[in-house]
């Protein structure tokens, strides 16, 4: 494909940050090629639905949103022009025929691991070739990251980088191994590269991803295998990066250096580290290959190396089989762990997992109930949680505009949101701020250098 006049390129993500950090790396692909992002799929040259298949109605979901594309399409075929439609992600990947059949107006189909072949895609069906559709969901031997170019200007003050991507765990409930393959681990130099030139355009905060980010085991020129926490020992070293996060993590993967690495205090003290479940009958018919003490220890040694850290996590009701009794322990586990946050879903049966042909099925009612009742502890956690850090001045990463007159938005080191009065200057750095009150989604709180100032002058 060769660089043409100014094209439109609209993408919209759903799901993981993994996603999100896909869509932008996407955009570097395109961008020597003329395409530009815009906010709006009318009148662009390339819309990508860049998809997620980890829930129910995912599939639904980009047939509703491919129904809403179609009438722009069918706009500029009026005026000549061409618009391409193309499904990525997780869907596309596990879908990719049926999407093509049900929507023959779809010209592009490609899977996670294939983007990186995004400009030969469209030759394909721009030119010589004279494709009218591609479907391109392989599994390759390659990897996307050899091939990916480097990444177009800044990336904001906080930047996701993807590190690690697929799963050999196999979680019976789980797509992601079939959808995103077999797990694979990036070169610490590559890693290193990228988070530098991430911090050169303006990163003071960087993400480190991967669907099971901690089992992480990249491999450096001399042959040596570095964990996680050797990674973020190195990452922290780069100057002018102030901030660390990873996620998302599996209990069984927490190993010893990574624990105490969570005393570095670039690492921020908060953890997402999910469990599904507090029962170990449960856990083992989810093939979590742990059980519910495992997870109460490794937070207890976590606790140990980072007093002040705080959790989130992940949890599953309703799962084929769960019993009140199942569902108690795991209502147990989250009053021994008390966490600063958490997600909680109701289990649904995704096509192609082994738990899809389970037995037991939890009715829906029963499910409800569960999860609300699941979902009333955790906001009193959260809730208990926001309160405590009253009084507390904290540095807040401003990320953007808050939704009230004059406010501004950013995220505490514990990950919580935090709502300031304040000059739109101040997004994209990280400010001191004390903490006023606390709510069950956010705080709120004043800029501490202002009250020093007002103070003084007082
Ligand atoms: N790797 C992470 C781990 O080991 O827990 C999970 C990543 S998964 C992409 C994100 C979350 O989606 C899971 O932690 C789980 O709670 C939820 N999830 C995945 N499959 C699900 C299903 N079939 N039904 C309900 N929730 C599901
Ligand atoms: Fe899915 Fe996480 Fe289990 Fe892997 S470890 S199969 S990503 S839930």
New binding site residues.
């Given amino acids: 494909m060769t660089k043409q006049a100014d094209k439109k390129l609209f993408i919209k993500t759903w799901g ?1 940050q993994m996603n999100v950090y896909d869509s932008k790396r996407m955009e570097d692909i395109l961008s020597p090629f003329g395409y530009k992002t815009v906010d709006t799929p009318e009148g662009a040259d390339m819309v990508i639905l860049n998809t997620c298949h ?2 129910e109605k995912a599939t639904d979901k980009v047939f509703s949103e491919l129904g809403r594309i179609r009438p722009f399409k069918d706009k500029k075929a009026a005026n000549d022009e061409q618009m391409l439609i193309a499904v990525a992600g997780c869907v596309a990947q596990a879908e990719g025929d049926f999407i093509m059949e049900r929507a023959p107006y779809v010209d592009l189909v490609f899977g996670p691991q294939t983007y990186h072949e995004l400009p030969e895609m469209i030759a394909k069906l721009t030119n010589a070739y004279g494709e009218n559709r591609v479907v391109n969901t392989e599994f390759q031997g390659e990897s996307k990251f050899d091939f990916l170019p480097e990444e177009h200007g800044s990336q904001g003050a906080n930047a996701f980088l993807s590190i690690q991507e697929g ?1 050999d ?1 196999f ?1 019976t ?4 191994p079939y959808t995103r393959g077999a797990e694979y681990s990036r070169t610490p130099k590559g890693i290193i590269d990228e988070a530098k030139r991430l911090v050169d355009n303006g990163a003071v905060e960087i993400c480190l991803l991967g ?2 980010v901690n089992a992480f085991h990249g491999e450096d020129e001399l042959g040596n295998t570095w964990g996680l926490g050797k990674l973020i020992q190195a990452v922290a070293d780069i100057d002018g990066l102030e901030r660390i996060r990873y996620t ?1 993590s ?1 209990p069984r993967d927490m190993d010893d250096e990574l624990i105490e690495t969570h005393a570095h205090p670039k690492l921020m003290p908060f953890l997402h580290l ?1 469990v ?1 479940s507090g029962s170990d009958r449960i856990l083992k018919a989810m093939n979590r290959k742990h059980k519910a003490d495992l997870y109460r220890d490794v937070i207890a040694k976590l606790r140990k190396a980072r007093p002040d850290l705080a959790f989130s996590s ?3 009701v309703a799962f084929p089989g769960e019993t009140e009794d199942d569902f108690e322990e795991t209502m147990q586990l989250v009053r021994d762990v008390n966490y600063a946050s958490a ?1 909680s ?6 096509p192609g ?1 082994p738990a899809a042909n389970m037995q037991n099925l939890i009715r829906d009612d029963i499910a409800s109930d569960r999860l609300a009742r699941l979902q009333a502890l955790i906001n009193e956690q959260q809730l208990a949680f926001n309160k405590q850090s009253i009084g507390l001045t904290v540095p807040v990463l401003i990320e953007r505009k808050g939704k009230k007159e004059g406010q501004l938005s950013g995220r505490s080191p514990y990950f919580q949101s935090v709502n300031i009065q304040g000059n739109e200057r101040l997004i994209n750095t990280i400010v001191d701020v004390t903490i006023t009150d606390g709510f069950a989604n956010s705080v709120t709180g004043d800029i501490a250098l202002q009250e020093t100032i007002s103070k003084a002058n007082a």
């Fill in positions: 993981c980890i829930r799963c765990k979680c409930f789980c797509v992601v669907q099971n998302t599996h999910p599904q992940d949890f599953i997600y879903f109701k289990y649904s049966a995704r997992t």
